[in-house]
């Protein structure tokens, strides 16, 4: 059961984060990796779940290299676990390579303008200077084309002072096993290692790492299986939800049949009805968009393992809940109600709002009361 800390006793709505299911998400993907490195993917602030605590538990795991998308979050990182290496996804803006180098983290170089930025800073500080070259293999996003790569190569021959430390790419449309994409990117990573075969290479996030081990390389770089994302993935290792949420039962009212609930009066009880008000709104992440129409259902919540029906509209501070087929007691004022957790998965709650469970997670409010368990 979540503990409820009396030190939450103002807050609408409490997050708990269950460092140790993190933990074990990660040694599941460790043992997935076979022997070869397992990286772990922190960005927009580790999806969410907050740098500063989610990096050391890694760090504690055996995590040893570090992804973020942009320089402030590396240097987050190097505050916490010092001797981690940490590549920042986004690049090289124009200008900063001089603050790479003061940081200490390396950057993903995507262009052939900016492995030239990165060569002529490091040249002139003198400093063994690890970057990351991310080829582009059909994503079509970020990453240096096949071609500008193949000059590069060439080039490689004859010297220069940049050590690239790892060449990555990045699969598409890995979360849909047999889509053709997944085999033509493999098959173009494989001819990029090739060509780079002392150093280690990287193709898969969460959803690429579960494909099959002809995708591992030599590093595996998930992100939201971590966080216990992605339907929990359904494959051959055993990934747990990291977060959990519970709402505050601020009240809950007798509402007669035929009287309308929350704003527009868009849902109206069919019978006598009680409805609890809980203390989470749009405001902190629980989406607007999680309130059914005429197209589909709302979103649904948990009370000790029974589903309760989200009705009327999400509002920016509280919901209302359905709670008349739940034993009063269980559904009383100062009791909580689990809107994400076992029985409502992000990626559950996600669908109600027509995003993915990466959006939900990069969403938690600031409100919240944050628990770390498992520290
Ligand atoms: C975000 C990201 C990942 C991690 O993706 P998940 O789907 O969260 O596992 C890996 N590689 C790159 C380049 C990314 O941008």
Same mark, same amino acid.
């Given at each position: 059961?979540?503990?409820?800390?009396?030190?939450?006793?103002?807050?609408?709505?409490?997050?708990?984060?269950?460092?140790?299911?993190?933990?074990?998400?990660?040694?599941?993907?460790?043992?997935?990796?076979?022997?070869?490195?397992?990286?772990?993917?922190?960005?927009?602030?580790?999806?969410?779940?907050?740098?500063?605590?989610?990096?050391?538990?890694?760090?504690?795991?055996?995590?040893?290299?570090?992804?973020?998308?942009?320089?402030?979050?590396?240097?987050?990182?190097?505050?916490?676990?010092?001797?981690?290496?940490?590549?920042?996804?986004?690049?090289?803006?124009?200008?900063?390579?001089?603050?790479?180098?003061?940081?200490?983290?390396?950057?993903?170089?995507?262009?052939?303008?900016?492995?030239?930025?990165?060569?002529?800073?490091?040249?002139?500080?003198?400093?063994?200077?690890?970057?990351?070259?991310?080829?582009?293999?059909?994503?079509?996003?970020?990453?240096?084309?096949?071609?500008?790569?193949?000059?590069?190569?060439?080039?490689?021959?004859?010297?220069?002072?940049?050590?690239?430390?790892?060449?990555?790419?990045?699969?598409?449309?890995?979360?849909?096993?047999?889509?053709?994409?997944?085999?033509?990117?493999?098959?173009?990573?494989?001819?990029?290692?090739?060509?780079?075969?002392?150093?280690?290479?990287?193709?898969?996030?969460?959803?690429?790492?579960?494909?099959?081990?002809?995708?591992?390389?030599?590093?595996?770089?998930?992100?939201?299986?971590?966080?216990?994302?992605?339907?929990?993935?359904?494959?051959?290792?055993?990934?747990?939800?990291?977060?959990?949420?519970?709402?505050?039962?601020?009240?809950?009212?007798?509402?007669?049949?035929?009287?309308?609930?929350?704003?527009?009066?868009?849902?109206?009880?069919?019978?006598?009805?009680?409805?609890? +008000? !809980? @203390?989470?709104?749009?405001? /902190?992440?629980?989406?607007?968009?999680? *309130?059914?129409?005429?197209?589909?259902? &709302? =979103?649904?919540?948990?009370?000790?393992?029974?589903?309760?029906? +989200? !009705? @009327?509209?999400?509002?920016? /501070?509280?919901?209302?809940?359905?709670? *008349?087929?739940?034993?009063?007691?269980? &559904? =009383?004022?100062?009791?909580?109600?689990?809107?994400?957790?076992?029985? !409502?998965?992000?990626?559950?709650?996600?669908?109600?709002?027509?995003?993915?469970?990466?959006?939900?997670?990069?969403?938690?409010?600031?409100?919240?009361?944050?628990?770390?368990?498992?520290?």
């Amino acid at each position: 059961m979540i503990p409820l800390l009396s030190a939450n006793a103002n807050a609408g709505a409490v997050l708990t984060i269950d460092l140790d299911a993190l933990r074990s998400n990660y040694r599941a993907l460790c043992s997935l990796a076979g022997g070869i490195e397992c990286s772990a993917v922190v960005k927009a602030d580790a999806y969410g779940l907050g740098i500063e605590r989610v990096v050391p538990a890694l760090w504690q795991a055996g995590c040893r290299t570090f992804f973020v998308a942009l320089l402030d979050e590396a240097v987050r990182v190097l505050a916490v676990v010092p001797h981690a290496r940490v590549y920042v996804l986004n690049g090289l803006f124009v200008d900063n390579a001089v603050h790479f180098l003061e940081s200490g983290a390396s950057p993903v170089l995507s262009s052939l303008e900016e492995i030239r930025e990165w060569q002529t800073t490091c040249r002139s500080s003198g400093k063994r200077c690890p970057s990351a070259l991310h080829v582009d293999t059909g994503i079509n996003r970020m990453g240096i084309s096949e071609a500008e790569f193949a000059v590069w190569a060439d080039n490689q021959r004859q010297g220069t002072d940049i050590s690239v430390t790892l060449v990555m790419s990045h699969l598409a449309c890995a979360e849909e096993r047999n889509h053709p994409m997944n085999e033509i990117q493999l098959e173009k990573f494989g001819e990029v290692q090739r060509r780079m075969i002392d150093t280690p290479a990287s193709l898969a996030n969460s959803a690429g790492s579960l494909l099959d081990p002809r995708y591992h390389f030599d590093m595996l770089r998930p992100g939201i299986a971590l966080y216990g994302g992605n339907s929990l993935l359904p494959c051959s290792i055993h990934l747990k939800p990291v977060v959990h949420l519970a709402g505050r039962i601020m009240q809950v009212r007798d509402v007669p049949s035929g009287g309308g609930v929350g704003y527009g009066a868009t849902w109206v009880a069919r019978r006598d009805s009680r409805i609890a +008000v !809980v @203390g989470a709104g749009y405001a /902190d992440g629980y989406f607007r968009a999680a *309130t059914g129409n005429r197209s589909g259902p &709302a =979103a649904y919540c948990s009370i000790d393992g029974t589903n309760v029906q +989200v !009705v @009327g509209r999400i509002s920016m /501070d509280m919901i209302t809940v359905d709670v *008349t087929d739940i034993d009063p007691d269980r &559904a =009383a004022r100062g009791k909580f109600v689990e809107l994400l957790g076992d029985n !409502v998965l992000i990626d559950d709650f996600a669908q109600f709002s027509g995003t993915i469970g990466y959006e939900v997670l990069t969403n938690l409010g600031s409100r919240y009361a944050r628990v770390y368990s498992g520290a």
